[in-house]
T-cell receptor
Framework: EAQVTQNPRYLITVTGKKLTVTCSQN?????MSWYRQDPGLGLRQIYY???????DKGDVPEGYKVSRKEKRNFPLILESPSPNQTSLYFC???????????FGPGTRLTVL | GESVGLHLPTLSVQEGDNSIINCAYS??????FIWYKQESGKGPQFIID?????DKRQGQRVTVLLNKTVKHLSLQIAATQPGDSAVYFC????????????FGSGTRLQVQP
């Protein structure tokens, strides 16, 4: 079964203090993606990566950065977090040639 | 646990009954659909999927029906159990390069013992 881990699971921070949420997978899947989940808005894609060193914007990329230096890791970076980035974040993975995405356990971020 | 929606439609059923959760999708070009289950404090968990060239697919205790004419998807759960209580999302995948999933807003299923 696909294993996706995220750290931290919970984080409370203040406006402007840079933070990184890590995502790691043990499946050697090429595709990785970040979503945020907000009440009434569902899950929306932030960024995705088709492979190492290949990343692209999703539907709501503003205020976020990502990197994909190695296949197993896909960190989400908030250079200057703002309160509107308070949300529940999920990392997802997908194997090449398939469409099913498997999600991590989530990271609850609160920006004060 | 984590709140995934403040005003989600809720379906309440008795343990042992069958449940039907409905979803209207938005894009007639979508070619792949997934149902996810999300329990409090956890990420979405894959339940069952279906491609647009099919109209029905069955899994263990679950069946997905697809009606492309009216862009409607349903998830049927047989003999609903308390462990089925969760929020259920349908997601559609349009045939674009990034293959992002577009999620519905979800339905909360409450199973009464």
């Amino acid at each position: 079964e696909a294993q996706v881990t995220q750290n931290p699971r919970y984080l409370i921070t203040v406006t402007g203090k840079k933070l990184t949420v890590t995502c790691s997978q043990n499946m050697n899947h090429e595709y990785m993606s970040w979503y945020r989940q907000d009440p009434g808005l569902g899950l929306r894609q932030i960024y995705y990566s088709m492979n190492v060193e290949v990343t692209d914007k999703g539907d709501v990329p503003e205020g976020y950065k990502v990197s994909r230096k190695e296949k197993r890791n896909f960190p989400l970076i908030l250079e200057s977090p703002s309160p509107n980035q308070t949300s529940l974040y999920f990392c997802a993975i997908r194997n090449r040639g398939t469409d099913t995405q498997y999600f991590g356990p989530g990271t609850r971020l609160t920006v004060l | 646990g984590e709140s995934v929606g403040l005003h989600l439609p809720t379906l309440s059923v008795q343990e042992g009954d069958n449940s039907i959760i409905n979803c209207a999708y938005s894009n007639s070009a979508s070619d792949y659909f997934i149902w996810y289950k999300q329990e409090s404090g956890k990420g979405p968990q894959f339940i069952i999927d279906i491609r647009s060239n099919m109209d029905k697919r069955q899994g263990q205790r679950v069946t997905v029906l697809l009606n492309k004419t009216v862009k409607h998807l349903s998830l049927q759960i047989a003999a609903t159990q308390p462990g089925d209580s969760a929020v259920y999302f349908c997601a559609e995948n349009v045939g674009t390069g990034r293959r992002a999933l577009t999620f519905g807003s979800g339905t909360r299923l409450q199973v009464q013992p």
